[in-house]
């Protein structure tokens, strides 16, 4: 265990530990600021925080996040399980093919699937703008208003729909065969089984799927920083991790964003934890009520 112990301490523990302790921190400035010693690194409490949580344009990409994750999340894994299933069924022509091409838009990088989407979005040099304006229907602009929250979350389902898929899939090949042998002996139709027999089964699966969604959601930076040149409708704080970027490197105050990242360290983490202790307390009580059937 010494190799994984000293890479976790390495590019885990002591980033995080000194990120906590840039947020403890700020800079003070003497006189006009010029020379060596006009600005030096003094204590500075909780201050940093405090200020995180009064900042408005913070609060306002929290906000746009959430809004954003309750758009991806649901049509993602939804479509994630609605593939899954269908890839399972009895009779499929294909099934190779259709699995790598719907797994495939995961293997582009992010900020790549960012710019080929950025481009058909744009009307002056999308085929889609071209094929609609031929057949004169509205040319909505997808990157302007409450569209934009559209088009960057068709991004984030394009290209994490087939990782999901593939967690719930191989959950769903793992079902023993004799339980669906023992359903169609009862007389269960194939959508009976699904919904009765392959969605209870792979729970643990969709759990999984949506505590990594729900992770990636409040990580969103990808998507909107690589659209930004393509339009003004993204600020450069349209998300909390964008709004750390902009304070680290573009106001070079780092004391002030690492308050704020370790903030969303904070928040992801407790989420998540209150998710999987809700998710398990479920279990447990599905179990004991099993047991007692």
């Known amino acids: 265990m010494v190799p994984a112990t000293v890479l976790f301490v390495l590019f885990f523990a002591l980033p995080i530990g ?16 010029l020379g060596s ?49 269908m890839l ?41 703008y071209f094929v609609l304006g031929r057949l004169g229907l509205p040319q909505p602009d997808l990157l302007d208003g409450g569209p ?14 087939g990782f999901n898929m593939i967690v719930i899939y191989t959950s769903l090949r793992s079902i023993p065969a004799e339980v669906y042998e023992a359903a169609k002996l009862d007389g269960a139709t194939p959508t009976q ?10 729970a643990p699966s969709l759990v999984l799927t949506f505590f990594f969604s729900i992770i990636a959601t409040l990580q969103v930076f990808n998507e909107p920083t690589t659209l930004k040149p393509l339009t003004n409708s993204v600020s450069t704080t349209w998300s909390p991790l964008m709004k750390v970027y902009q304070d680290a490197f573009g106001r070079n105050d780092i004391y002030s964003a690492a308050a704020e990242a370790t903030l969303i360290a904070v928040v992801t983490l407790l989420l998540s934890f209150g998710f999987l202790r809700a998710a398990n307390r479920r279990e447990k009580r599905d179990v004991s009520r099993g047991g007692a059937g």
């Open 88 to 128: 399972d069924a009895e009779k499929v022509r294909l099934a190779p093919v259709t699995r790598l091409a719907i797994f495939l838009p995961y293997a582009v990088p992010g900020v790549v699937a960012a710019l080929l989407w950025g481009f058909l979005y744009l009307p002056d040099v999308s085929p889609f």
């Open 193 to 202: 089984i699904a919904l009765r027999i392959k969605i209870p089964m792979v």
């Open 37 to 85: 010693g006009a600005r030096t690194e003094v204590w500075a409490g909780l201050q940093n925080y405090t200020e995180a949580f009064r900042d408005s344009e913070l609060l306002r990409g929290a906000l746009r996040v959430l809004g954003y994750g309750c758009v991806v999340v649901p049509v993602m894994l939804g479509l994630a399980l609605l593939f899954a299933l």
């Open 18 to 33: 000194y990120a906590v302790w840039l947020s403890l921190r700020k800079a003070h400035v003497s006189g006009l600021g």
């Open 148 to 161: 934009l929250f559209l088009a960057l979350s068709n991004i984030a389902v394009w290209g994490g729909t």
